[in-house]
């Protein structure tokens, strides 16, 4: 898998004619008692990386380093470092025009932390307007049709690290009863976007019960997870090749 840390300038040069750039987010913020600060960075790279192994340089995709810092300031009752909104859009964009100035017409980017999400979607809507490139965005979470909801350092992320970094998971306490139910974890209408001020805190940090969590149920998150990211990879490549690789007709 070409890194571009690892490449020359002329390696990065010759591979933008046809590589994707591949780009994961995450963020340091609070996961609860029993997961690591930087747990949504280490999942998007550990869904890309196993992604872009499968697919075995078909596509061509060249990973960037992950971007460790997003829009956390939710986190910040406990502990996080948090990019305002217009710091992380600005921060994609120089990244974005930074790749297109260095020759790559294709550029994904792989996020990890629902904060991010909204945030990453319209600078990649922005910068497609003002400059000849294809360009994707996608959580790895929410890929596909049956990707449900991952919560927040409770059963889906625990279960994800343990499968992956078992290492940094330290056993979950039972989360603790709120009520009334969190607002963010509970909407009270369907597509409705609701916000309570200090529920986070109320939450203990997270959005339902870890305790139940496992490798075993991790690892088969993680293999739906890289198996929806490589067919989305393959999507978009078949759908920007023509127009955005050097020398496809």
Known sequence: MPELTRMTWRDVRA???????????GSQEQHAGHLPMGTDTMLAEAVTDRALE???GDPAAVRLPALPFGHSPHHLFAAAVSLRAATLQAVLADVLDSLATSGFRRVLVVNGHGGNDEIMRLAVKEYALRA???LGACSYFSLGEHSGSPGHAGHYETSLMLASHPD????PGPRPGVTPPPLFAEPPYPGLTAERHGEWARAGGSTDDATGATAEGGAGLLENRVTTLVDAIRAFD???RATHAEGEA
Do not use: N
């Open 54 to 56: 499968r697919l075995g």
């Open 238 to 240: 078949a759908a920007t």
């Open 15 to 25: 591979a933008a004619r046809t590589a994707i750039a591949v780009v994961p987010i």
């Open 132 to 134: 000849d490139v294809a």
């Open 168 to 171: 940094l998971v330290r056993p």
